[in-house]
Structures are given as structure tokens and as C-alpha cells.
């Protein structure tokens, strides 16, 4: 059996890029960004303020806890979610050390 395209890069490259995909969406942003901004578990706000449909909503959620960048539990008929501090934190990490790859440079590469 051959090696999937994903065994042709390091571990830290499909990482990044498995997080790159989870949250690339705008509305996944936002409700990332909701959610730090209320720094609490929230539950029915989010359909309000993202203006999207509950199961639209819900979708987003449903990718943002299986990348694991937020966490829910069940209270009663209702979740709530938050940000999962450990996984933010990789992902600042990852991301940080990606973009400090970059040196400044004044020259034309093109």
C-alpha cells in the first residue's frame, strides 16, 4: 500500500494544516471570536449573533469541537461551549512559530 500525500510532510506541517482548515471559515471565526470575547460558556447566543441558522450554527460548532478548539457539555436540553485553553494554546504556538518563519525583508522576490 503507498503513503497518502499527508506522509510527505512533517507532523507539524498536517497539524497546522488540519487547524488552518478547521477554522477556516468566517463563521467559525466569529464564533471563535465570540467566544473569547464573552469569555463563558455560551448556549443559544450564538444564532443570534452570527444571524445564521440554528443547524448552520450548529454545523460550525460541530467542526470547531471534533478539531477540538472548543469544548461543550450538556446541560439539560441545552450546550454550552467554550474555548478548550489547551488546544488555543497549541494553536498559538503552531501558529506563531509559522509566521516567525517569515524574516522581514525589504527585498523584491519578484
Not at 10 to 21: G, P, R, V, Y
Request: charged share 20%; proline share 2%.
Amino acid at each position: 500500500m503507498g503513503i497518502t500525500k499527508s506522509d510527505l510532510f512533517t507532523k507539524q506541517q498536517n497539524e497546522l494544516a488540519n487547524m488552518a482548515k478547521a477554522i477556516a471559515h468566517p463563521a467559525r471565526i466569529a464564533i471563535l471570536q465570540y467566544l473569547l470575547k464573552k469569555n463563558a460558556c455560551i448556549t443559544g447566543d450564538l444564532v443570534d449573533e452570527l444571524g445564521l441558522a440554528q443547524a448552520t450554527t450548529s454545523q460550525h460548532l460541530k467542526e470547531l469541537k471534533n478539531a477540538g478548539i472548543i469544548q461543550g457539555n450538556i446541560e439539560g436540553a441545552s450546550v454550552c461551549y467554550c474555548i478548550n485553553p489547551k488546544i488555543w494554546k497549541r494553536y498559538n504556538t503552531l501558529f506563531n512559530a509559522f509566521f516567525r518563519e517569515v524574516k522581514d525583508s525589504d527585498s523584491n522576490c519578484c
